[in-house]
């Protein structure tokens, strides 16, 4: 059955610095939802991607995304986002025509996920899958502190846990459709992606292997790294 991709663009980018709506800032010349929109348009098996646009911005990025090239298999939808990435990702699936019973949910702010990784994800949730996350091993070492009170005071450590058991997770992440909605329908409380909401409900969630290309674009350094990933591959 075909796919469906639900790519929350909503967020402001405020990490990235002063400027445009983040996805809506250019790499190499092209929006970085652009990108996003064709990394995902690559995999032969997605015939649907929502877009999920800032609230006062639909209008705005539905031109936009007319004026770029994408694969004519795919159909695209532009939707108002909301106050959250949750709230975003569920306009999102509210969005959705009957007849995709695979979801993926890619941030815009990955705009270079290989459609290798793509196509494993969705691998992964036709095998049997609730909820299927793209991971990475850590580079660095990872403490749990207690918070400081003032920024920049220093926080005491409380745990080290064992790195070897760790991943770093990325997009798209792939659902069952059903599973992912009640998720979405019954989980309150905050949560920074969407498998957590799944795991919450006792479903089957796996990592697979994710990218290095599949970093997220947040702060001013990611936007060099991407632009000179995107000139490696000559776009
Ligand atoms: O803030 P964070 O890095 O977790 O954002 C991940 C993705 O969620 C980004 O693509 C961003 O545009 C999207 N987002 C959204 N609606 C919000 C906040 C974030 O669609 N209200």
Do not use: C, W, Y
């Amino acid at each position: 059955s075909p796919v469906a991709a639900v790519i929350p663009a909503a967020g402001r980018g405020v990490r990235l610095g002063p400027g445009a709506p983040k996805a809506l800032r250019s790499l190499n010349g092209t929006p970085m939802l652009v990108h996003a929109v064709r990394a995902l348009a690559a995999s032969r098996a997605v015939s649907l991607v929502v877009v999920v646009a800032p609230s006062d911005g639909a209008g705005e990025v539905k031109s936009m995304l007319d004026a770029h090239a994408l694969p004519e298999r795919t159909d695209v939808l532009v939707v108002p986002g909301g106050g959250t990435r949750q709230e975003s990702v569920r306009l999102g699936l509210e969005a959705l025509p009957p007849g995709h019973d695979v979801v993926l949910v890619h941030d815009a702010a990955r705009p270079l996920v290989p459609v290798d990784t793509v196509d494993a994800v969705i691998e992964a949730v036709r095998g049997g899958a609730a909820a299927v996350v793209p991971a990475l091993p850590l580079a660095d070492t990872v403490k749990q502190v207690e918070p400081a009170g003032a920024p920049g005071a220093p926080e005491p450590v409380v745990a080290t846990p064992d790195r070897s058991r760790l991943r770093a997770v990325q997009t798209p992440q792939g659902f069952d459709r059903a599973t992912l909605v009640r998720a979405h329908k019954t989980v309150t409380g905050d949560v920074t992606d969407d498998a957590s909401m799944v795991e919450q409900l006792g479903e089957r969630v796996v990592a697979v292997p994710g990218h290095e290309e599949a970093f997220k674009v947040t702060r001013p350094l990611d936007l060099v790294l991407a632009e000179a990933v995107l000139a490696r591959r000559r776009l």
